[in-house]
């Protein structure tokens, strides 16, 4: 066997001319071994992963659902039981692609696995769109194993499919960049778990999960609108029932700018080698 | 033939000020098995770390087969495979999947990268346990899988960073010939060991780099040319009770059946042993006492390290 292989993967040029490393094709490779290793990993421990988030849904559903919802009745019109689902859905799309971005990429870190990726030709954006599409994946999967349990509990309908798949989609980006930033800063394992327990939870529960700002004092009702999230969530529910405490356009204003810095930021940190290279 | 690398005023200061490299310049000719010897904390690893785009440089220049590192990364990072020193892949994965993983990285189907990786995995004696999880393996096993995964995309330099640590010695020859014959076939190949009969065995260059320095860059036969004494042991078939005048710099009973004689350049050891065949001593078997690389390495590292300090002095 040769020890060498003549691959098209490879742009071949010699001494003094310009060279790229991976071809269109190699990219394409490349992105995709990334992105199967991702799911392959998840769900190697779906108990971990995709498991837990149905039971917590189905208990949310049962307690908030069928013993406190029929005291609280109605919400814009629609029962409380399915005023909740679209902000539980959200909710694991949210945890479940941050949690994938910043475990993975913490743990390849941690291992120093990192480094096959940060031999390889792979070009930074390439890697970021790799561990973004993981956590995609998982965000995407979670959000549909959720949507199942939820079938069993409540009455579910879609008021627009391209908003309902264009906020599930744009979210699950999102926060995987978050996930991706927080991991490539986190030198310990407490440091994967301090955003999403602290940030990410209260701001998720206080941005209109388990009811609508309407219901709020005045006061309450402004701050709200400080909380990004709110406008997600918003977002979704308009698609699956048509309200929302928010203008629609709204909510893709705060996903597209979000997503817009949150990726210059992490492209910035994997140039400068952040937490990366010596 | 080209050179596969070239550094020029190579120079790395850490955060925190620790400066490991000062300005090295090195040159590796294509096809070549080259050693980079230094004691811990030489900058050995820095030197690889930035050939591998692992490590930032501070200043510098480096070009790997005519390409500059800085212009053209992605394409030399293509041209390279490295095998760490520490295990550094995902022991939670199949043992194939770390390389084909691996082949993926460097754009190759997953198909190909399969193909390759058996083909790899076979050689190294890993194909029976390709399926079973990477962490099972025993640390040799760990090593060789590290150097399947460096070929996987058929690199032209494969820089191999302590490949035989902790590696029993039967298995390290195994390696030997490996590397010596993926080498033949046109690899070239960068090697940094604390096993320095490892490098005299395997490598016709050598450079050793002390404190971020070069301080001696040339062939392997140059360099143990360099060296003035040698000093053998010698096994008396009978007690000898005492030692004749022979043709050496030095001479000792290290017990009544051991002997040693230092010999500089220019004095054989015939001449020993006809001395001691004429005084009725019978020579069993004998050996070189000290390891010639090591006792180069040794003093190339000292006189430096004196040089240093004696700048240093006010």
Redesign the interface.
Known sequence: MSIRSESDAFDHQGPGEKAVGLTPRGAWNAFMMLLTREILRFGRIWVQTVLPPMIMTALYFVVFGHLIGPRIGEIDGVPYIQYLVPGLILMSVITQSYANSVSSFFGAKFARHVEELLVSPMPNWLIIVGYVAGGVARGLTVGGAVTLVALLFAELSVHSVLNLFGVALMTSILFALGGLINAVYATHFDHISIVPTFVLTPLTYLGGVFYSINMLSEFWQQASLYNPILYIINGFRYAMLGISDVPVWSTYAILAVGIVIAYLYVLRLFRNGIGLRG | M?NAVEIYELEKT?EGGTHALKGIELAIAEGDFFALLGPNGAGKS?TI?IL?????KTAGSVRV???DLD?????V??Q?G?V?Q??????F?PVE?VV???????????K??KK?AH?LLK?LGLFEKREGMARALSGGMKRRLMIA?A?V??P?MLILDEPTAGVDIELRRGMWDFLT??NK???TIILTTHYLEEAEALCRNIAIINEGRIVEHSSMRNLLAKLSQETFVLYAREPVESLPEMPVVGSRLIDDETIEVDLTRGQELTGVFDVLRGHGIVIERMKNKTNRLEELFLRLVQDDDAAINAEERP
């Open positions: 080209s850490y820095t770390g591998c785009s692992l490590v930032n087969f005519g390409h212009r053209d990364r992605a394409w990072k293509s390279i490295v760490p520490e295990f550094n892949f995902n022991q994965e999947e084909i993983n691996q082949g993926g990285f460097y754009g190759m189907t997953r190909a990268a390759r083909e050689q995964r070929l995309h058929g032209r014959q993926i076939q046109g690899t």
